[in-house]
């Protein structure tokens, strides 16, 4: 049973940073490109961040771009979402998610709260 486990959440100042972590068990986690979104009260989830297998490559949407870091550690089947410069509109539920290279995001975690107050 594959299974996500986000944590490192909470609230925030803006400017702050938060370091997030996503566990993942039940699957051979080196073979999953590994993903960040978030969803924010009201509004569709959305695409932070990607890392792929090996974690030399990631890449970022443009709202996060220069102030967020994804990165992996294989040995311990697990992704960070490093965020620095925090606003209040980065205040939503984050999840990660994994999937197969070119595939669809097959599985997600449960989600970790960041709220970033002004």
């Known amino acids: 049973q594959v299974q996500l486990v986000e944590s490192g959440g909470g609230l925030v100042q803006a400017g702050g940073s938060l370091r997030l972590s996503c566990a993942a068990s039940?699957?051979?986690?080196?073979?999953?490109?590994m993903g960040w979104f978030r969803q924010a009260p009201g509004k569709e989830r959305e695409f932070v961040g990607r890392?792929?297998?090996?974690?030399?490559?990631?890449f970022y949407a443009d709202s996060v771009k220069g102030r967020f870091t994804i990165s992996r550690d294989n040995n311990k089947n697990t992704v960070y979402l490093q965020m620095n410069s925090l606003k209040p509109e980065d205040t939503a539920v984050y999840y990660c998610?994994?999937?197969?290279?070119?595939?669809?995001?097959?599985?997600w975690g449960q989600g970790t709260q960041v709220t970033v107050s002004s």
């Open positions: 998610a994994a999937a197969l290279q070119t595939a669809d995001w097959a599985y």
């Open positions: 039940g699957l051979t986690f080196s073979n999953y490109r």
């Open positions: 890392i792929t297998r090996s974690g030399g490559y990631t």
